[in-house]
């Protein structure tokens, strides 16, 4: 039985990726800043940790308590509200953004991957269709994950770690999209996707289940779009 690890697992797409892994028959640990989320989403079926992976302190006491590690997901992450106009507002919400994204990534990526199984680890990082077509800072934030995701691929690939990332289109059914979304503006992001739907968070996790499997061994370095053709491939 493999372990896996699911940071942001309390909710969304995060949720969806361990509840798949367990039904794929993984051991599974979900990682979040608040336990009674995570408590929730266990149901007692999944391990819980509590960490704000934005802390290099918290982030290594985690990577202590878990030990080896076969599967990483590191999902957690977010788009924040600007608060306020002018240079110190945009330095702000770039500067949080980065550290909600990217921080939240690499900090944990690079503590666990000493404790990576090789061979046969797989990391898989969650990007965004941002990352592929610009949107501001949180899109800025998605490529640098990219860009953390292809150099470590490089870097571990002898090892027979695979490095992926997974870049969700538009998926309504997160706590990503409360309170942003009325029926103008789902139905105006829906009309830029050339498949006529959004996507599910089953879609997505289903994606990420394919690069963390034993098939996915020659696959490495990659960010997989799953947005339903919003970016299509150039050739």
Request: aromatic share 4%; charged share 20%.
């Amino acid at each position: 039985m493999r372990r896996a690890v699911v940071t942001g697992g309390g909710t969304g797409i995060g949720l969806a990726v361990a509840q798949r892994l367990l039904a794929d028959g993984d051991e599974v640990v979900i990682v979040g800043r608040r336990r009674d989320v995570l408590e929730r989403a266990s149901a007692g079926a999944m391990g819980v940790e509590v960490a704000d992976l934005r802390e290099p302190d918290e982030v290594q006491a985690l990577a202590d308590r878990l030990g080896a590690v076969d599967v990483l997901v590191l999902n957690a992450g977010g788009m924040l509200a600007r608060t306020g106009d002018g240079l110190q507002a945009t330095a702000e919400v770039w500067l949080d953004e980065f550290r909600l994204n990217v921080l939240t990534t690499v900090l944990l990526g690079e503590a666990l991957l000493p404790r990576m199984t090789r061979p046969g680890g797989r990391i898989v990082a969650l990007s965004s269709v941002a990352a592929l077509r610009g949107a501001g800072s949180y899109g800025a934030a998605k490529a640098a994950v990219n860009s953390w995701v292809t150099g470590t691929a490089a870097s571990v690939a002898a090892d027979g770690i695979t490095v992926n990332a997974v870049a969700p289109g538009f998926v309504p059914d997160t706590e990503f999209w409360t309170g942003r979304l009325d029926d103008d503006e789902q139905a105006r992001r829906v009309a830029r996707i050339p498949a006529g739907r959004p996507g599910t968070v089953e879609e997505v996790a289903a994606a990420v289940a394919y690069l963390v499997s034993p098939d996915a061994g020659w696959t490495t370095g990659q960010v997989l779009g799953v947005h339903g053709g919003a970016v299509l491939a150039r050739l």
